[in-house]
């Protein structure tokens, strides 16, 4: 492995980590104030349970997530020193305003976790709310970081120097609101999905019912609502795509010439020697339609993009055809739960319906993972879109690939001590939380 992959292969293993540790982090704290609010208005013991079991899950990811954030950032200065030198200055801002909202969320988490019985109830309640916000709130700015990478604005090149830097409009690039939106859809939508099926297959092993089925409503809730309005925020980001980033979005449909009308490819294997795609079913016009509104309109191909300009195809592509299938499969879910809850309220509980999420638990990460490898992979070979290449802007320090397998040990060590902490946390539910009202799930 030579130095440029392994920094490569280092930044991708711990992003894939802190993504999944960040998204939980950033949305567990609304479902723990929607049980908390629900306890004060009831006074249901039951929900008061619920949110103590949750804000201990919220606790572990929120250190795991500090772990792996401050590690990402390190990463970034030691593994890409010409990326920072020229664009810290640039998006230092969204960076700066995380570490604040940061912050905020460590010091009203301290205030939630040790305020039972000290604080005014409503207070008590309010500053779980601030974590869930502060938190979305860093997910954000992180997000919008990142987009700035994707749509560079805010300076001018001159001369190979960044001048007439202006932070504000690098922050708010034309990306940083379709990626916010997408991504935070996405994270309700995963760990909605997530933490639903894990109560869920609690109640089918008959323990402690009503807390779980609770529990598994207000995730439920969360997760369809986010399900169904996931591919409209992606439809928003297919034709913002279509207008910065061509070739990101001829490498997402394997587009290899350019079509009017051209049409949807749904799967098929990726032959990039002979530039074709094998065995995929066709919809005609569709991807035009995507792209821009118009079943006729033109497509841009990669072969009106420089092939040195190319991101790699088949990645791209089945990575975007794995988040676009499983989030299908999520919003099909999704429906069928909102029609039975239509219906009828009791058939919810039937076997069928909760296996339906124990079966996603693990699709809405898979879709998660799926898309940054989208955004990151499809955005090759540049850095910094239409700026800086990714080679030129990587650490000139040998011995990189033993720091990838150091990150790769320290990761694995990490979750599996979040594995063991969660798998005890589930276990003494009937042990902590055990009332006498656990027999009827309604």
């Known amino acids: 492995m030579d130095d440029f992959l392994a920094a490569r292969s280092q930044m991708a ?30 006074n249901n013991e039951v929900y008061q349970h619920i949110t103590k079991a949750w804000s201990k899950g919220v606790a572990i990811f929120f250190a795991t997530g500090a772990v792996s954030g401050t590690m990402l950032s390190f990463e970034l200065g030691l593994l890409w020193p010409k990326f920072m030198e020229h664009a810290g200055p640039i998006f ?22 040790y305020g039972w019985n000290k604080l005014n109830k409503w207070f008590h309640w309010f500053t779980g709310v601030v974590v869930g916000v502060s938190g979305l709130a860093s997910g954000i700015l992180v997000v919008a970081a990142n987009a700035w990478m994707n749509s560079p604005a805010g300076f001018d090149v001159v001369d190979g120097k960044y001048i007439n830097i202006d932070p504000i409009a690098a922050m708010f690039n034309k990306a940083w609101f379709t990626q916010a939106l997408h991504m935070c859809l996405a994270a309700f939508t995963a760990t909605g999905f997530a933490v639903a099926g894990v109560h869920a297959l609690m109640i089918l092993k ?22 169904v309005l996931q591919p409209i925020s992606g439809d928003i980001s297919a034709k913002d795509v279509a207008k ?33 795609v094998n065995y995929a079913l066709e919809i005609p016009g569709a991807l035009s339609f995507l792209a821009h509104g118009d079943f006729k309109a033109e497509v841009k191909g ?33 429906l069928t739960y909102f029609i039975l ?31 940054w490898v989208v955004t990151e992979v499809g955005r090759q070979p540049w850095i910094i879109y239409g700026i800086m290449r990714t080679k030129d802007a990587v650490t000139p320090m040998p011995g990189i690939a033993w720091s990838f397998y150091l990150f790769s040990a320290i990761y694995a060590s990490l979750s599996v001590i979040v594995i063991f902490l969660l798998y005890r946390q589930i276990k003494m539910v009937p042990v902590l939380y055990s009332t006498s009202k656990t027999s009827n799930p309604k």
């Open 13 to 42: 293993l711990s992003l894939g980590f802190h993504i999944i540790y960040a998204c939980i982090g950033m949305v567990m704290p609304f479902f723990m104030a929607v049980s908390h609010y629900k306890w004060l208005k009831t």
């Open 92 to 113: 230092g801002m969204p960076f700066s305003l995380e570490g604040t909202a940061f912050f905020i969320e460590a010091i009203a988490l301290g205030f939630f976790l």
């Open 206 to 227: 008959q323990q402690n019912k009503d807390f779980h089925y609770k529990a598994f409503k207000i995730a439920a809730t969360f997760a369809t609502i986010c399900a």
């Open 244 to 276: 910065r980033q061509p070739a990101k979005l001829a490498a997402m449909e394997a587009l290899y010439q350019t079509q009017k009308p051209a049409p949807l490819l749904i799967g098929g294997l990726v032959d990039e020697k002979n530039k074709e």
């Open 302 to 334: 990669l072969d009106k993009i420089p092939a040195h300009e190319h991101p790699p195809v088949a990645i791209t592509h089945y990575a975007f055809q794995i988040m676009v299938g499983i989030g299908s499969v999520l919003v099909l879910i999704a």
């Open 341 to 371: 809850l239509l219906r009828k309220k009791s058939l919810l509980e039937r076997r069928w319906v909760l296996w339906l999420f124990v079966c996603a638990i693990p699709l809405g990460y898979i879709a998660l993972e799926a898309g």
